[in-house]
């Protein structure tokens, strides 16, 4: 079955906590891109990747890593987890240039005390 | 990019078509329209995108405007399961990004 999995699904860390939030897709798609959803904020991209070891931002990327060493996989990770990036996470992946289609994981609900 | 206006919610009946309508009177010739939707706790989920011509595929039918200052997406026989926010959102594809911008949506309630 065509999908993006990411884990964990559910993480209660505290301040200061390394952690990495693991996405993978098995739809040989090139682009993936990583989300936080908030009240009130809708969706808002944190980094995005159009290739193997080709990275971006997007418009929050403040605290947060990314790296894209294999294609199906793109994992995020918070170096120094603050309270403010409690937040539910989504990794999207699409096939190729335009990203007409994107395909969301389930989400990671974090939280950070 | 360009704004799009959405009914806060609509009502169906089960097995009944549903019609939710989009505006985006400011869409600039190289915007596509994209619709997605949301399942309680699921992540969103892909529907149908389209640019000038109506658009159907097995999940729903896509009605564009001539001017295209507006849009419809059509469920045709509407499920318990399509229960969900919809949400219709504009977006270039020579944005190598491809961040959706996701505003309020259509919160869609579907009645047995």
């Known amino acids: 079955e065509a999908q993006v999995t990411q884990n964990p699904r559910y993480l209660i860390t505290v301040t200061g906590k390394k952690l990495t939030v693991t996405c993978s897709q098995n739809?040989?798609?090139?682009?993936m891109s990583w989300y936080r959803q908030d009240p009130g904020l809708g969706l808002r991209q944190i980094y995005y990747?159009?290739?193997?070891?080709?990275?971006d931002k997007g418009d929050v990327p403040e605290g947060y890593k990314v790296s894209r060493k294999e294609k199906r996989n793109f994992p995020l990770i918070l170096e120094s987890p603050s309270p403010n990036q409690t937040s539910l996470y989504f990794c999207?992946?699409?096939?190729?240039?335009?990203?007409?289609?994107?395909?969301f994981g389930p989400g990671t609900r974090l939280t950070v005390t | 990019d360009a704004k799009t206006t959405q009914p806060n919610s609509m009502e169906s009946n089960e097995e009944e078509p549903v019609h939710l309508p989009c505006n985006h009177s400011t869409i600039s010739g190289t915007d596509y329209i994209h619709w997605y939707r949301q399942l309680p706790s699921q992540g969103p989920e892909y529907v149908i995108h389209?640019?000038?011509s109506n658009v159907n595929n097995r999940m729903a039918s896509l009605a564009i405007a001539e001017d295209r200052k507006s849009s419809t997406l059509i469920l045709h026989r509407a499920t318990l399961r399509d229960a969900a926010v919809y949400y219709c959102i504009l977006r270039r594809p020579s944005s190598n990004t491809g961040k959706l911008i996701f505003g309020q949506g259509t919160t869609l309630q579907v009645k047995p």
């Open positions: 990747s159009m290739n193997v070891e080709v990275t």
């Open positions: 999207a992946s699409s096939i190729g240039q335009g990203w007409y289609e994107q395909y």
């Open positions: 739809m040989n798609h090139e682009y």
């Open positions: 389209g640019l000038t």
